[in-house]
């Protein structure tokens, strides 16, 4: 959801985008085919994905076998590092995003993080995102030949998911395109469980919108 | 052989090393056998080895079919940017290596980068050494706890290929194990082919030192 609307917010500021995807070992391929409806919908200039295997390297919920917490109150949310945190997942990304940016010639990465649902996520901290350019600066041959430096822009950053909701219907961007869920239920009749800390707080953004999130939940 | 001669840094400083390889797209998988034997014979703790595909982002001789180039005078190494520059690679590998570390609790990531004959990429300088950990930093949960800082360890940095040659003797590190070619040729009867810039340069390491490499080259 959160990465849709970016893709919105970089056509609507002029860019033109390419979209990058991960299969970083996540348990759940089925966010990928939601990448690829998104970025065609969103006019994605183009749409890559790469393999990245961080499930060789574990530690989370997310690509190992240590179970998703379901129906945590919401007053849990956010506080502390939760199982689902995928060590330097964000880093991982941008790097990538970056040696990408460098074959196009493009100079501006964005990013769907954000700061206040963020879940407890070190890596979606404006701090992080601050010293990524700064290491963007110096990590490029453009940059190293004192060329053009990188720009890491991040618009949702200090935006709640009900304000992300009420953003999305501004910039025409179908959030029943998207896919939010940490562990999805099996079948094609539902598309999300309603009860992971991802479900929860995409459910609240829905709810404080005045919304209702068009896709199908098992519960 | 500078990742080789960096475990046996390691090592000898007291650390107990875990060892990481990538498989990111190079053309020649021959480097992560020779990763293997040096990982085993350097004392490894543990080796792993992650897929990263940067060949689906393009851009270098290394990963594409863009050709390695031969032959070129001594006097052109490390002027400019070469075409076997894999865009944002030792960010890529950094970013897998902390999320690792963080998954083992470690706090040093020890990294065989050279900036004297470093070829001329962007990468390999202080400066983005320092860059990098300044994000580690920021970018994991042990970092936004107020936990230990990692630190980006580079013993190499300020050696020539001579010298780390001669350190290799000192720390009974086999730099007959190790693979440096970027070209190799096909069959098992020679390892390196002896004209391409990383062929060139360890070759002219070894000169230096007065020493002589323990490899089979085609010429």
Sequence with gaps: ???????????A???????LSFRYGQRHAVELEAAR???????AVEHRTVQVDLSAIGGSALTDEIS???DRPEAELGVGVPVTYVPARNTVF????LGWAEVLGARDLFLGVNALDY???PDCRPAFLEAFERLAAVATAAGAEGGVRVRVRAPLLEMTKAQIVLRAEELGCDLGLTHTCYDPPA???VQACGRCDACTL???GFREAGRTDPLAYAR
């Design 1 to 11: 959801m959160d990465s849709a609307v970016t893709l919105h917010e970089a056509r």
């Design 13 to 19: 500021a002029g860019f033109s985008p390419y979209a």
């Design 37 to 43: 409806r998104v970025a065609r919908a969103g006019g």
């Design 68 to 70: 998703v917490p379901r």
């Design 94 to 97: 941008l790097a990538v995003a």
């Design 119 to 121: 879940s407890g996520y």
């Design 187 to 189: 079948g094609p009749a």
């Design 202 to 204: 995409r459910l609240r």
